[in-house]
């Protein structure tokens, strides 16, 4: 089992819609939570992160955490053009940091 | 500005030839790394450092070395490049090790033949 796991996609999304990504981790000990946008050929860009149960708001961006469960969504409202790019999701163990592979985003005008 | 800076953005090499990839942070953290980022496989930890002096393995070490004698500087250095060493290359850094999330660099395009 990997240590993150996210849906590689393509997940195609029209434009104004909401974009939903998730994520499983497999330590039960992991502490915070980060998500991350990579456009093609860029450095990856931290958009979010969450630390505890529940939902954290920032502007169209919603991360959710339910550690009981194991995973982590990244909810993207009125979804936009320029919000196509692959989306990294990060998990800090006691010992490092693990990313996952990455879900790519494809908004559809 | 706070920006991690690498360089060289891109680089050809021949296998065997030694090269260094330099990476300064101007933030004041304390943590840095190296990651390798193939298709398919995501991002993988190369080397990490929590503090000048201090560095240790990741995931995929092999065939690199790291120094960090100063706190802002973290090279990542190929003493033999193989061409399975052909990869885009970030560095990042970070107040803590990972716990405000990490700065990355602009990455490196390296191609070995």
């Known amino acids: 089992q990997k240590e993150v796991e996210q849906n590689s996609g393509p997940l195609s999304v029209p434009e104004g819609a909401i974009a939903s990504l998730n994520c499983t981790y497999s330590?039960?000990?992991?502490?915070?939570f980060f998500w991350y946008r990579q456009y093609s050929g860029k450095s990856p860009e931290l958009i979010m992160s969450?630390?505890?149960?529940g939902d954290k708001e920032d502007g169209r961006f919603t991360a959710q955490l339910n550690k009981a469960s194991q995973y982590v969504s990244l909810l993207i409202r009125d979804s936009q053009p320029s919000d196509s790019a692959t989306y990294l999701c990060a998990v800090k163990g006691n010992e490092k940091l693990t990313f996952g592979t990455g879900t790519r985003l494809t908004i559809i005008p | 500005e706070a920006q991690v800076t690498q360089n060289p953005r891109y680089l050809i090499t021949v296998t065997g030839k030694k090269l260094t990839v330099t990476c300064s942070q101007n933030m004041n953290h304390e943590y840095m790394s190296w990651y390798r980022q193939d298709p398919g496989l995501g991002l993988r930890q190369i080397y990490y450092s929590m503090n000048v002096e201090v560095t240790d393995k990741g995931d995929v070490p092999e065939g690199y070395k790291v120094s960090r004698k100063e706190k802002r500087n973290f090279p990542l250095i190929l003493e033999s490049p193989s061409p399975n060493q052909t990869s885009l290359y970030f560095c990042a850094s970070s107040f803590r090790q990972g716990s405000y999330g990490y700065t990355f660099g602009s990455g490196t395009r390296l191609t070995v033949v």
């Open positions: 969450i630390y505890s149960n």
């Open positions: 330590d039960r000990g992991s502490q915070s």
